[in-house]
Nanobody, 114 residues
Framework: QVQLVESGGGLVQPGGSLRLSCAAS????????MGWYRQAPGKQRELVAT???????NYADSVKGRFTISRDNTKNTVSLQMNSLEVDDTAVYYCYTSSFGEFWGQGTQGTVSS
């Protein structure tokens, strides 16, 4: 059973930074695609960033240049460094992976507010 355990998140002022981390387990074959999605109040869940096993990353236009995704294949972890945060970045952030199916973490709250 694939499990994703997130850490990080919290409250930060506009312009600040947060770092999210996610540890994946439970797959004998590793994790092909890992990434982060988010869901703001009253909105649909949306892609933030993904990274393939080989390190190819993809970002939503709204976070390009501010967020950086990285992964460690030896530890099956994926991280999201979020800089220059804006109020509109406030959301529940979900870790995601695909490994013969799609799996989600429980979500972690990131709040940007003055």
């Amino acid at each position: 059973q694939v499990q994703l355990v997130e850490s990080g998140g919290g409250l930060v002022q506009p312009g600040g930074s947060l770092r999210l981390s996610c540890a994946a387990s439970g797959s004998m074959f590793g994790f092909s695609l890992m990434g982060w999605y988010r869901q703001a109040p009253g909105k649909q869940r949306e892609l933030v960033a993904t990274v393939t096993r080989r390190g190819t990353s993809n970002y939503a236009d709204s976070v390009k240049g501010r967020f950086t995704i990285s992964r460690d294949n030896t530890k099956n972890t994926v991280s999201l460094q979020m800089n220059s945060l804006e109020v509109d970045d406030t959301a529940v952030y979900y870790c995601y992976t695909s490994s013969f199916g799609e799996f989600w973490g429980q979500g972690t709250q990131g709040t940007v507010s003055s």
